[in-house]
């Protein structure tokens, strides 16, 4: 099993571009998340999902949209990229139990 | 909604010591108490939990208490090793939703394992 994959790694946007996160997860998990990480603040939940085709605001959900179509994706979307968007992106699964399985991340910058 | 306060931001401990990070939550109805360990460039991996009805649970070197009354849980680690040097999260599930079970976690402590 891969467990949770994020793409890409790595990305530069510049203001006001959008793009799209992807998390994966091979786990069969009904409940995903999707986490900011910013410098002396811990990890934040920006929006979470508890089922396929289910999507609820987490603490910070403005500025972005999510979508899960398929049990399996979780989608985190950018419309319009700003500076405070600048972060590290984590997405994480859990299945009925607690524990959350974190994914490696997406470092993201914008200009 | 819940707050959990960590510290201490930052703590050095020498090979062979104990190192003991500590966190606070504000929600009594938190029930779920987890300890990350986030290598750098790695997603926060699990590495102990405790439930409210539990005041103690230990898992080799580590061990992680809980006070429900004054609302904090810490997290120990004994005979520390080079390899334990990363950034530590605590977290409080909150989640009022039935299913969400949402993690607020702490700002983290980086601990620094001199060999």
């Known amino acids: 099993n891969a467990g949770v994959t994020q793409t890409p790694k790595f990305r530069v946007l510049k203001t006001g571009q959008s793009m799209t996160l992807l998390c994966a997860q091979d786990?069969?998990?009904?409940?995903m998340y999707w986490y900011r990480q910013d410098p002396g603040m811990g990890l934040r939940l920006i929006h979470y999902s508890v089922g396929e085709g289910t999507t609820a605001k987490g603490e910070v959900p403005d500025g972005y949209n999510v979508s899960r179509l398929k049990k399996q994706n979780f989608l985190l979307g950018l419309e319009s990229a700003a500076p405070s968007q600048t972060s590290v992106y984590f997405c994480?699964?859990?299945?009925?139990?607690?524990?959350?399985?974190f994914g490696p991340g997406t470092r993201l910058t914008v200009l | 909604g819940e707050n959990v306060e960590q510290h201490p931001s930052t703590l050095s401990v020498q090979e062979g010591d104990s190192a003991v990070i500590k966190c606070t939550y504000s929600?009594?109805?938190?029930?779920?108490f987890p300890w990350y360990k986030q290598e750098l460039g790695k997603g926060p991996q699990l590495i102990i939990d405790?439930?409210?009805?539990?005041g103690e649970k230990k898992d080799q070197r580590i061990a992680v208490t809980l006070n429900k009354t004054a609302k904090h849980f810490s997290l120990h680690i004994t005979e520390t090793q080079p390899e334990d040097s990363a950034v530590y999260f605590c977290?409080?599930?909150?989640?009022?939703?039935?299913?969400?079970?949402?993690?607020?976690f702490g700002s983290g402590t980086r601990l620094q394992v001199q060999p």
């Open positions: 929600d009594s109805a938190s029930n779920y």
């Open positions: 994480a699964s859990r299945p009925g139990t607690n524990e959350q399985f």
């Open positions: 786990m069969n998990h009904e409940y």
């Open positions: 405790i439930r409210s009805n539990v």
């Open positions: 977290a409080a599930s909150s989640g009022p939703v039935p299913g969400r079970r949402a993690l607020t």
